[in-house]
């Protein structure tokens, strides 16, 4: 079942945990931590958190849309969630327990660590912003089964 939530939804909860748990995130910070919820959630359920594409930017794992819709922080902690053309946040209610679990253990795990920390998690050898960079380029899609199978193997 390959479906997923929108990514910048996602952003969201994870902004939302953070600010009740006294955690500032910059932008990175967000893109990093959605991308290992992400995978995460691959990696143990076999379904994606997200339903947007990742990308192998120079930096690391992006979701383009929540870059375009935080880009205006620059390297400064998000202070607002990500809003829509309404001017509502983005969120979402359908997360499974698994999914909500995952989340909160990304946070949990990784949400201590700084930015450029992150990144430098997810440039590791073999990793699958290595594998996809090397091979097909800068902001080239990561695939989802490339995700899954890693985050399933280190799990």
Same mark, same amino acid.
């Given at each position: 079942?390959?479906?997923?939530?929108?990514?910048?939804?996602?952003?969201?909860?994870?902004? +939302?945990? @953070? %600010? &009740?748990?006294?955690?500032?995130?910059?932008?990175?910070?967000?893109?990093?931590?959605?991308? !290992?919820? $992400? *995978?995460?959630?691959? @990696?143990?359920?076999?379904?994606?958190?997200?339903?947007?594409?990742?990308?192998?930017?120079?930096?690391?794992?992006?979701? /383009?849309?929540?870059? %375009?819709? =935080? /880009? $205006?922080?620059?390297?400064?902690?998000?202070? $607002? +969630?990500?809003?829509? *053309?309404?001017? &509502?946040?983005?969120?979402?209610?359908?997360?499974? &327990?698994? #999914?909500?679990?995952?989340? #909160?253990?990304?946070? #949990?795990?990784?949400? $201590? =660590?700084?930015?450029?920390?992150? /990144?430098?998690?997810?440039?590791?050898? @073999?990793?699958?912003?290595?594998?996809?960079?090397?091979? !097909? @380029?800068?902001?080239?899609?990561?695939?989802? #089964? =490339?995700?899954?199978?890693?985050?399933? %193997?280190? *799990?």
């Amino acid at each position: 079942m390959e479906t997923g939530h929108d990514s910048r939804a996602v952003a969201n909860e994870i902004l +939302l945990i @953070g %600010q &009740q748990k006294g955690i500032p995130m910059s932008m990175m910070k967000v893109l990093k931590l959605v991308y !290992f919820a $992400h *995978g995460w959630t691959l @990696g143990i359920t076999g379904n994606p958190l997200c339903s947007d594409p990742v990308e192998a930017w120079k930096y690391g794992p992006v979701f /383009s849309n929540i870059y %375009q819709s =935080l /880009s $205006h922080n620059g390297s400064n902690d998000v202070a $607002h +969630l990500i809003l829509d *053309g309404e001017g &509502q946040p983005i969120v979402d209610y359908n997360y499974t &327990q698994y #999914e909500n679990a995952i989340i #909160e253990r990304v946070i #949990e795990n990784y949400g $201590h =660590l700084s930015a450029f920390r992150l /990144s430098d998690i997810t440039h590791e050898i @073999g990793s699958p912003w290595d594998v996809t960079s090397r091979s !097909f @380029g800068n902001f080239s899609t990561i695939s989802n #089964e =490339l995700i899954r199978t890693y985050f399933s %193997q280190k *799990g």
